[in-house]
C-alpha cells in the first residue's frame, strides 16, 4: 500500500496517487453496479473501501478513514441482505422506505452527525470535523438503506456528495472532488432506476400474493 500512496501520475498539474486513482474508480463501480442491483456491488466495495482508508489516512481526515472500516463491516450485511432478497429476472427486490423508516435515516443522520463532530473534535481528529462527520454518518446511513434495498438510499448520497466536494478541495483532493462530481450525476440517474423499479416490483406483489392463494 506504500508504493500506491507515494507513486501516481499528474493529471492537469494535479498529482493523484495510485491508491486515490484505484479508491476512487473502484467507488464509481459501485454506483454503476448498484444501478443495475448485482451483487457485485458489495466486493468491489470491500476493494474500495481498503484503498480509500489508506488514502484518507494519509491525508489526516479521520472521519473519511474511520468510515471506511464501518462501511466494509455493512457491505459484509448488504451482500448477505441482498444475496437473500435476489430475484432471477429483476435483481435484488427494492421498494420505497416507509414514513418511519426515512425518519429513522433523517434522525440517525442528524443524531449521528453531531456526536461524530463532537467526538472528532475533542479527539482532533479532523481539522473540519462538522462536515467531515457528516459524510461519515451520511455514508453509513446510505450503505444501510442501500442494504435493505430502499430508494431514498440514493437521496442520502446527494447529500453526502453535497458536502464532500468543498471538503475534497480543501484538502487538496481534487480528483477525489471531480470524482464526487461525477457521483451527483450517477447517483441521480440511479434514484431514478430504483424508483421504476419499485413501482414495478409494487405492482407484481399482488399478482404473486394473488397467483400463491
Same mark, same amino acid.
Given at each position: 500500500?506504500?508504493?500506491?500512496?507515494?507513486?501516481?501520475?499528474?493529471v492537469f498539474g494535479?498529482?493523484?496517487?495510485?491508491a486515490e486513482l484505484a479508491g476512487q474508480v473502484f467507488a464509481l463501480a459501485v454506483v454503476f453496479l448498484a444501478q443495475?442491483?448485482? $451483487?457485485? !456491488?458489495?466486493?468491489v466495495q470491500?476493494? @474500495?473501501?481498503?484503498?480509500?482508508?489508506?488514502?484518507?489516512?494519509?491525508?489526516?481526515?479521520?472521519? $473519511?478513514? !474511520?468510515?471506511?472500516?464501518?462501511?466494509? @463491516?455493512?457491505s459484509v450485511y448488504g451482500w448477505w441482505a441482498w444475496s437473500r432478497r435476489s430475484d432471477p429476472v429483476y435483481g435484488v427486490v427494492v421498494r420505497k422506505g416507509s414514513l418511519t423508516e426515512r425518519l429513522v435515516m433523517l434522525g440517525a443522520f442528524a443524531v449521528g452527525t453531531t456526536a461524530m463532530a463532537l467526538v472528532l473534535d475533542a479527539l482532533h481528529a479532523s481539522w473540519a470535523p462538522w462536515p467531515d462527520a457528516a459524510i461519515f454518518v451520511g455514508t453509513l446511513v446510505?450503505?444501510?438503506?442501500q442494504g435493505a434495498g430502499l430508494v431514498e438510499f440514493w437521496l442520502v448520497w446527494l447529500v453526502v456528495d453535497a458536502v464532500?466536494?468543498?471538503?475534497?478541495i480543501q484538502s487538496g483532493l481534487y480528483f477525489s472532488a471531480a470524482v464526487y462530481v461525477?457521483?451527483?450525476?450517477?447517483?441521480?440517474?440511479?434514484w431514478w432506476s430504483?424508483?421504476?423499479s419499485a413501482r414495478v416490483a409494487a405492482a407484481r406483489e399482488p399478482q404473486v400474493m394473488a397467483a400463491s392463494s
Open positions: 500500500m506504500e508504493f500506491m500512496l507515494h507513486h501516481g501520475l499528474t494535479q498529482w493523484i496517487s495510485i443495475r442491483r448485482t $451483487l457485485w !456491488t458489495w466486493p470491500v476493494g @474500495a473501501t481498503v484503498l480509500l482508508f489508506s488514502v484518507y489516512l494519509s491525508a489526516h481526515l479521520g472521519g $473519511l478513514a !474511520t468510515r471506511q472500516v464501518a462501511i466494509l @463491516a455493512i446510505a450503505f444501510a438503506a464532500g466536494v468543498p471538503l475534497q461525477v457521483f451527483a450525476g450517477l447517483v441521480v440517474h440511479g430504483w424508483n421504476r
